[in-house]
T-cell receptor, first 113, second 108 residues
Framework: EPEVTQTPSHQVTQMGQEVILRCVPI?????FYWYRQILGQKVEFLVS????????KSEIFDDQFSVERPDGSNFTLKIRSTKLEDSAMYFC???????????FGDGTRLSIL | GIQVEQSPPDLILQEGANSTLRCNFS?????LQWFHQNPWGQLINLFY???GTKQNGRLSATTVATERYSLLYISSSQTTDSGVYFC??????????FGAGTRLTVKP
């Protein structure tokens, strides 16, 4: 069964540095998402992406965040200047249609020092 | 935005017991999914169930969309069922909203 693949599984970065989290969605998916889960808390929506542009974003997704699908395959989340509070598990997800099930990757654990 | 409430927040069971987890949501939904987050942090999709009833082995789920709730049933629980169970919904917007989860501990 096809899977959503996220790399790296764990990223450790110094505060203030830029970080890029990568995702390879399932090939026939059209809708792409990023979510964040701070340790011990619930999963929070960050952004959805369709037709090469952002379709929805939450209040968490400020100017420090950006998303890109540069080559029609990878879907990336960039945090421009990381803060301690960016430490979390970041999940990528995808779906064929907006109201159909979303398939999640295994997540990238981001630790900011 | 849509509110998602799960109950109970914590549940401790003996192996072999049955349980029911509840998810209430505040608006009509196009999508509802139940996830199990295992100890490694992975979100395992259990059910896609915007309405109706589905069964998969010892697990089943029912969503009554008109009354804005969903139930997840776990029968004959095993220690490997331990973890956090999340309900997540999509309403008119494209974003998925998660509940706070139910932390299940199954004791041998």
């Amino acid at each position: 069964e096809p899977e959503v693949t996220q790399t790296p599984s764990h990223q450790v970065t110094q505060m203030g540095q830029e970080v890029i989290l990568r995702c390879v969605p399932i090939s026939n998916h059209l809708y792409f998402y990023w979510y964040r889960q701070i340790l011990g808390q619930k999963v929070e929506f960050l952004v959805s992406f369709y037709n090469n542009e952002i379709s929805e974003k939450s209040e968490i997704f400020d100017d420090q965040f950006s998303v890109e699908r540069p080559d029609g395959s990878n879907f990336t989340l960039k945090i421009r200047s990381t803060k301690l509070e960016d430490s979390a598990m970041y999940f990528c997800a995808g779906g064929q249609v907006s109201n159909q099930p979303q398939h999640f990757g295994d997540g990238t654990r981001l630790s900011i020092l | 935005g849509i509110q998602v409430e799960q109950s109970p927040p914590d549940l401790i069971l003996q192996e072999g017991a049955n349980s029911t987890l509840r998810c209430n949501f505040s608006d009509s939904v196009n999508n509802l999914q139940w996830f199990h987050q295992n100890p490694w942090g992975q979100l395992i999709n259990l059910f896609y169930i915007p309405s109706g009833t589905k069964q998969n082995g010892r697990l089943s789920a029912t969503t009554v969309a008109t009354e804005r709730y969903s139930l997840l049933y776990i029968s004959s629980s095993q220690t490997t069922d331990s973890g956090v169970y999340f309900c997540a919904v999509v309403s008119n917007n494209n974003d998925m909203r998660f509940g706070a989860g139910t932390r299940l501990t199954v004791k041998p």
